[in-house]
Protein backbone atom coordinates (compact mmCIF):
# COMPACT_ATOMS: atom_id res chain seq x y z
CA UNK A 1 0.00 0.00 0.00
CA UNK A 2 0.89 3.26 -0.69
CA UNK A 3 1.30 5.64 2.42
CA UNK A 4 3.19 8.75 0.91
CA UNK A 5 1.66 10.67 -2.19
CA UNK A 6 4.13 13.28 -3.18
CA UNK A 7 2.83 17.02 -5.34
CA UNK A 8 3.08 17.35 -7.89
CA UNK A 9 4.35 15.06 -9.81
CA UNK A 10 6.25 16.64 -11.79
CA UNK A 11 8.05 20.23 -10.96
CA UNK A 12 10.22 21.83 -14.11
CA UNK A 13 12.08 26.01 -12.72
CA UNK A 14 14.48 28.02 -13.22
CA UNK A 15 17.90 27.55 -11.51
CA UNK A 16 18.44 29.93 -8.24
CA UNK A 17 14.39 29.85 -7.90
CA UNK A 18 12.98 27.81 -4.70
CA UNK A 19 11.66 24.44 -5.38
CA UNK A 20 8.34 23.01 -3.36
CA UNK A 21 7.09 19.53 -2.72
CA UNK A 22 4.49 18.37 -0.97
CA UNK A 23 3.93 14.56 0.63
CA UNK A 24 0.93 13.03 1.95
CA UNK A 25 0.34 10.32 4.03
CA UNK A 26 -1.96 8.27 6.13
CA UNK A 27 -1.79 6.76 8.72
CA UNK A 28 0.37 7.83 12.08
CA UNK A 29 3.64 7.52 11.45
CA UNK A 30 7.09 7.82 13.50
CA UNK A 31 9.52 9.69 11.23
CA UNK A 32 9.31 11.14 7.49
CA UNK A 33 12.12 10.58 5.31
CA UNK A 34 13.19 12.44 2.31
CA UNK A 35 15.15 10.75 -0.77
CA UNK A 36 16.69 11.97 -4.10
CA UNK A 37 17.40 9.44 -6.82
CA UNK A 38 19.33 10.54 -9.93
CA UNK A 39 17.81 8.99 -12.69
CA UNK A 40 17.96 5.21 -12.69
CA UNK A 41 20.72 5.27 -9.19
CA UNK A 42 20.41 4.23 -6.19
CA UNK A 43 18.13 6.43 -3.22
CA UNK A 44 20.27 8.62 -1.58
CA UNK A 45 19.25 9.76 1.72
CA UNK A 46 18.30 13.66 2.77
CA UNK A 47 16.52 14.07 5.86
CA UNK A 48 14.41 12.86 8.50
CA UNK A 49 11.97 14.11 11.03
CA UNK A 50 10.85 12.71 13.74
CA UNK A 51 6.45 12.53 14.61
CA UNK A 52 7.55 15.35 17.46
CA UNK A 53 9.44 17.86 15.38
CA UNK A 54 7.50 20.48 13.63
CA UNK A 55 10.45 21.81 11.16
CA UNK A 56 13.75 20.60 10.06
CA UNK A 57 17.01 22.24 8.13
CA UNK A 58 20.12 20.72 6.16
CA UNK A 59 21.56 23.18 4.07
CA UNK A 60 19.81 24.50 0.89
CA UNK A 61 16.96 22.15 2.39
CA UNK A 62 13.88 22.72 4.53
CA UNK A 63 11.54 20.38 5.73
CA UNK A 64 8.12 20.31 7.68
CA UNK A 65 5.86 17.93 9.15
CA UNK A 66 2.04 18.66 10.06
CA UNK A 67 1.24 15.54 11.97
CA UNK A 68 -2.36 17.36 11.97
CA UNK A 69 -3.04 17.19 8.51
CA UNK A 70 -0.77 14.23 7.90
CA UNK A 71 1.30 16.10 5.50
CA UNK A 72 5.29 17.29 5.04
CA UNK A 73 6.54 19.81 2.29
CA UNK A 74 10.46 19.89 1.61
CA UNK A 75 11.86 23.36 -0.11
CA UNK A 76 14.94 23.74 -1.90
CA UNK A 77 16.07 27.10 -1.66
CA UNK A 78 18.46 28.46 -4.67
CA UNK A 79 18.06 25.35 -6.97
CA UNK A 80 21.01 24.05 -9.08
CA UNK A 81 21.19 21.96 -12.07
CA UNK A 82 22.58 19.39 -9.98
CA UNK A 83 19.86 19.41 -7.59
CA UNK A 84 17.71 17.81 -11.15
CA UNK A 85 16.18 14.64 -9.84
CA UNK A 86 13.20 12.10 -8.40
CA UNK A 87 12.69 13.35 -4.78
CA UNK A 88 10.18 10.72 -2.50
CA UNK A 89 9.44 11.02 0.74
CA UNK A 90 8.95 7.91 3.01
CA UNK A 91 7.21 7.19 5.74
CA UNK A 92 7.88 4.96 9.30
CA UNK A 93 4.76 3.73 10.50
CA UNK A 94 4.17 2.79 13.86
CA UNK A 95 3.17 -0.97 13.66
CA UNK A 96 5.03 -1.68 10.31
CA UNK A 97 8.30 -3.00 9.74
CA UNK A 98 9.11 -0.97 7.06
CA UNK A 99 9.66 2.51 5.17
CA UNK A 100 6.45 2.82 3.03
CA UNK A 101 7.57 5.41 -0.06
CA UNK A 102 5.64 7.45 -2.88
CA UNK A 103 5.65 7.45 -6.18
CA UNK A 104 8.19 10.94 -6.18
CA UNK A 105 8.41 14.43 -7.63
CA UNK A 106 10.46 14.47 -10.79
CA UNK A 107 12.64 17.94 -10.33
CA UNK A 108 13.89 19.83 -13.55
CA UNK A 109 16.14 23.04 -12.80
CA UNK A 110 16.29 24.11 -16.07
CA UNK A 111 20.10 26.95 -16.38
CA UNK B 1 33.56 3.41 2.62
CA UNK B 2 30.40 3.06 3.87
CA UNK B 3 28.32 1.12 1.15
CA UNK B 4 25.54 -1.17 -0.16
CA UNK B 5 26.76 -3.45 -3.20
CA UNK B 6 25.11 -5.54 -5.54
CA UNK B 7 25.69 -7.33 -8.50
CA UNK B 8 24.98 -7.79 -11.02
CA UNK B 9 24.56 -4.15 -11.91
CA UNK B 10 22.64 -5.32 -15.44
CA UNK B 11 21.26 -8.72 -16.43
CA UNK B 12 19.10 -10.56 -19.23
CA UNK B 13 17.63 -13.70 -18.84
CA UNK B 14 15.20 -15.85 -20.12
CA UNK B 15 12.01 -16.80 -18.58
CA UNK B 16 12.52 -19.78 -16.07
CA UNK B 17 16.21 -19.51 -15.44
CA UNK B 18 17.09 -19.51 -11.97
CA UNK B 19 18.88 -16.19 -10.75
CA UNK B 20 20.83 -14.50 -7.49
CA UNK B 21 20.96 -11.34 -7.28
CA UNK B 22 23.79 -10.44 -4.75
CA UNK B 23 23.98 -7.88 -1.94
CA UNK B 24 26.22 -6.77 0.78
CA UNK B 25 26.70 -4.17 2.97
CA UNK B 26 29.97 -3.21 5.28
CA UNK B 27 28.47 -0.69 8.06
CA UNK B 28 27.23 -4.01 10.43
CA UNK B 29 23.46 -2.89 9.82
CA UNK B 30 20.93 -5.29 11.60
CA UNK B 31 17.78 -4.32 8.92
CA UNK B 32 18.40 -4.95 5.22
CA UNK B 33 15.63 -5.09 2.32
CA UNK B 34 15.17 -5.57 -1.45
CA UNK B 35 12.67 -3.36 -3.67
CA UNK B 36 11.64 -3.11 -6.92
CA UNK B 37 11.00 0.07 -8.86
CA UNK B 38 8.73 0.24 -11.76
CA UNK B 39 7.32 2.87 -13.89
CA UNK B 40 4.67 4.66 -12.46
CA UNK B 41 4.40 2.10 -9.57
CA UNK B 42 7.06 4.17 -7.59
CA UNK B 43 9.29 1.99 -4.90
CA UNK B 44 7.68 -1.23 -3.41
CA UNK B 45 8.84 -3.62 -0.99
CA UNK B 46 9.88 -6.93 -1.67
CA UNK B 47 11.06 -8.50 1.18
CA UNK B 48 12.79 -7.50 4.34
CA UNK B 49 15.35 -8.85 7.12
CA UNK B 50 15.41 -7.48 10.69
CA UNK B 51 18.65 -9.66 11.80
CA UNK B 52 20.50 -12.75 10.97
CA UNK B 53 17.46 -15.29 10.04
CA UNK B 54 14.76 -13.20 10.21
CA UNK B 55 13.33 -12.40 7.15
CA UNK B 56 9.68 -11.37 6.62
CA UNK B 57 7.48 -10.46 3.28
CA UNK B 58 6.99 -7.18 1.78
CA UNK B 59 3.96 -5.78 -0.65
CA UNK B 60 5.39 -8.06 -3.42
CA UNK B 61 6.84 -11.00 -2.70
CA UNK B 62 5.69 -13.76 -5.36
CA UNK B 63 8.41 -15.05 -6.97
CA UNK B 64 10.85 -14.17 -4.80
CA UNK B 65 12.96 -15.79 -1.88
CA UNK B 66 15.84 -14.51 -0.12
CA UNK B 67 17.82 -15.65 3.11
CA UNK B 68 19.97 -13.87 5.86
CA UNK B 69 22.68 -16.12 6.66
CA UNK B 70 25.25 -13.39 7.68
CA UNK B 71 24.33 -9.88 8.57
CA UNK B 72 26.59 -8.74 5.31
CA UNK B 73 24.70 -10.18 3.16
CA UNK B 74 21.33 -10.23 1.85
CA UNK B 75 20.86 -12.26 -1.72
CA UNK B 76 17.69 -12.29 -3.54
CA UNK B 77 16.56 -15.73 -5.45
CA UNK B 78 14.27 -15.17 -8.60
CA UNK B 79 13.57 -19.48 -8.86
CA UNK B 80 11.96 -18.99 -11.57
CA UNK B 81 11.87 -15.27 -13.40
CA UNK B 82 9.12 -14.07 -15.65
CA UNK B 83 8.69 -11.30 -18.04
CA UNK B 84 6.97 -9.57 -15.49
CA UNK B 85 9.88 -9.13 -12.91
CA UNK B 86 11.48 -7.09 -15.45
CA UNK B 87 12.15 -4.48 -13.29
CA UNK B 88 14.79 -2.49 -11.60
CA UNK B 89 15.51 -3.60 -8.25
CA UNK B 90 17.11 -1.98 -5.36
CA UNK B 91 18.55 -3.53 -2.16
CA UNK B 92 19.19 -1.34 1.20
CA UNK B 93 20.03 -1.18 4.33
CA UNK B 94 19.94 0.24 7.74
CA UNK B 95 20.87 0.39 11.45
CA UNK B 96 17.60 -0.45 12.27
CA UNK B 97 13.94 -0.53 11.06
CA UNK B 98 12.86 3.03 10.61
CA UNK B 99 16.43 4.39 10.23
CA UNK B 100 17.52 6.35 7.42
CA UNK B 101 18.47 3.78 4.77
CA UNK B 102 21.67 3.14 2.10
CA UNK B 103 20.60 2.04 -0.97
CA UNK B 104 22.86 -0.35 -3.61
CA UNK B 105 23.23 0.93 -6.86
CA UNK B 106 20.67 -0.94 -8.53
CA UNK B 107 20.25 -4.26 -10.69
CA UNK B 108 18.53 -3.90 -14.05
CA UNK B 109 16.90 -7.30 -14.84
CA UNK B 110 15.41 -7.98 -18.01
CA UNK B 111 13.58 -11.22 -18.14
CA UNK B 112 12.46 -12.46 -22.26
Known amino acids: SQQGEEDPQALSIQEGENATMNCSYK?????LQWYRQNSGRGLVHLIL?????REKHSGRLRVTLDTSKKSSSLLITASRAADTASYFCATDQGGAQKLVFGQGTRLTINP | EAQVTQNPRYLITVTGKKLTVTCSQN?????MSWYRQDPGLGLRQIYYSMNVEVTDKGDVPEGYKVSRKEKRNFPLILESPSPNQTSLYFC???????????FGPGTRLTVT
Open chain 2, 92 to 102: ASSFYRGYEQY
Open chain 1, 27 to 31: TSINN
Open chain 1, 49 to 53: IRSNE
Open chain 2, 27 to 31: MNHEY
